[in-house]
């Protein structure tokens, strides 16, 4: 700690997010993005927006939320567009948490919200998932908590049927519920539709992952125009240009694309569900996904072990040290190429250690 410190830093562990290597050429399978490249029509968008740089971006975002309205059929008044969907997050907590409005959500899911709590001090509990990793959404209807859970969950890939989150929604139509829609084009169930019926539920989703936008930033949210009113409040004190020229030209190109990506999202579905048979041909436990990753063990190995040796070989996945899940590894759906290779070492490990 240092003399120069505000005290909203005492205790802080920020977020540790998966190693971006530039020393050496992984095949990188441990932060979710998208093994596709963006489509052309984006890379030309983007190229040909950098011709503006010298003005500022549209503070509303309006063509982009133009641009959305028409793929998700939703009001432009009911979309907040953000830099990652991260950012939205931050503002919906800013906007809708505090000590007489704590937050719950599960003990294993995104590692940003207690981050996000904790640096605007935020009183939060941890839920725990059931034994069998999934949410249990009785514990979420005490009225007077702001809720968010990741839908399908992160790390573990399970999704919620739509109906719990419904229930979990209409509970209290005082507090407000985040659903983080990060991985739902691989197979989840959105809660978009809900939005018309519950002036108090936000779905939040992202460009990052489905979009092959991760670089980019892009994030959104759909809510009634109450709560975006008070999103844009927060938006609006922080950072009013938040999404920038090139990123926007990005998210209309994209979403002109949205048919591409959606097939896109299929394939990887496949590529997922190959891999689950040869991890499970293997061995491993797999939690079932509905999202673009597996969440596997194997007994006999540890997971920090696996991490590494999987390392070793060229491939990175994701470990993560706590305590319920200290024997999994999160690995990220590649393309076919990149699975094979995956399934290929992990054959190799076990035979290593026969
Ligand atoms: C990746 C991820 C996000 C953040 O996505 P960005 O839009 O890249 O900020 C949010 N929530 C969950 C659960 C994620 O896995």
Redesign the pocket.
Known sequence: MSVYQSSRLDGLTPYTPGEQPRDRRFIKLNT?ESPFPPAKRVTEAVKAESEALMLYSDPDSTDLRRAMRDVFHVPEERIIMTN????V?YFAFSAFADEKRPLIFPDI??G?YPVFADLIHIPYEEIPLREDFTVDPDRYLEKGKTVVI?NPN?PTGISLPLAQIERIVKTDPDRVVIV?E??VDFGGESALPLIERYENLLV?G????SRSM?GA???FGFGSEKLIGDLNTVRNSVNPYNVNRLTSAAGIAALAENDHYMANCRKIMEIREWTRGELETLGFEVLPSCANFLFVRKRGIGGEELYRRLREKGILVRHFGKPRIADFNRITIGSMDQMESLVCAVKEILEENR
């Open positions: 979710n990652g969907s991260d950012e997050l899911t995104y940003f990741a992160a983080d990060a991985y939040v992202t460009f990052s992952k991760a930033r892009l994030g």
